[in-house]
């Protein structure tokens, strides 16, 4: 089974620019997580979908960051304008779905490898 | 406010000694904790995780505890190796959904 995939791996743009990243989940999983780990900080959560709707988008730090997980597939995240405090590294995860995951009910995660922004 | 803390931040012993990782959570009411493991330009690789019921679990030379009361976990790595040189991550689920806090981390090398 093919895990979750992050594309780009590494990404380098100046402040003021747009990056997309992008997220493929693991196949038949319909949550999809996105997280992320800012420079000396822990790794926190930005949104989670349940197929193609936000089940919750708590973490979204403004209105600069932008998710879409169009036909409850792939998602991308998009900052725009990007500002050096965007730097880091951000994870995307999936998982079946609670009761559907490995132990019943605890909806067990699958990280991708990260993509890691740096905004100069 | 939820937050989780792991001591120490880093962690540096010889090879074949058992070691101790520590992680502390404020709000008692969890869901489920979860061990992760990061390796440098990798994901996270879930280790173990216990249920707010449950006390503990163990896989191989890996045993983690939980005490929801006192607001702590700890990770037990018996015999450790070189191999298990990487970042050990701790993260509290308050609910089924997904959503996990996570502990900075304690970078652990083991030298041979």
């Known amino acids: 089974e093919a895990g979750v995939t992050q594309f780009p791996s590494h990404s380098v743009i100046e402040k003021g620019q747009t990056v997309t990243l992008r997220c493929d989940p693991i196949s038949g999983h319909d949550n999809l997580y996105w997280y992320r780990r800012v420079m000396g900080k822990e790794i926190k959560f930005l949104l989670h979908f349940v197929k193609e709707s936000k089940q919750d988008e708590s973490g979204m730090p403004n209105n600069r960051f932008l998710a879409e997980r169009t036909g409850g597939t792939y998602s991308t995240l998009k900052v725009q304008p990007a500002e050096l405090e965007d730097s880091g590294v951000y994870f995307c995860a999936s998982s079946q779905g609670v009761g559907r995951g490995l132990i019943s009910g605890a909806n067990v995660l699958t990280f991708g490898a990260g993509s890691r922004l740096t905004v100069l | 406010k939820q937050e989780v803390t792991q001591i120490p931040a880093a962690l540096s012993v010889p090879e074949g000694e058992n070691l101790v990782l520590n992680c502390s959570f404020t709000?008692?009411?969890?869901?489920?904790l979860q061990w992760f493991r990061q390796d440098p330009g990798k994901g996270l690789t879930s280790l173990l995780l216990i249920q707010s019921s449950q006390r503990e679990q163990t896989s191989g030379r890996l045993n983690a505890s939980l005490d929801k009361s006192s607001g702590r976990s700890t990770l037990y790595i018996a015999a450790s190796q070189p191999g298990d040189s990487a970042t050990y991550l701790c993260a509290v689920g308050y609910n089924q959904g997904g959503k996990l806090i996570f502990g900075q981390g304690t970078e652990l090398s083991v030298k041979p």
């Open positions: 709000d008692s009411a969890i869901y489920n």
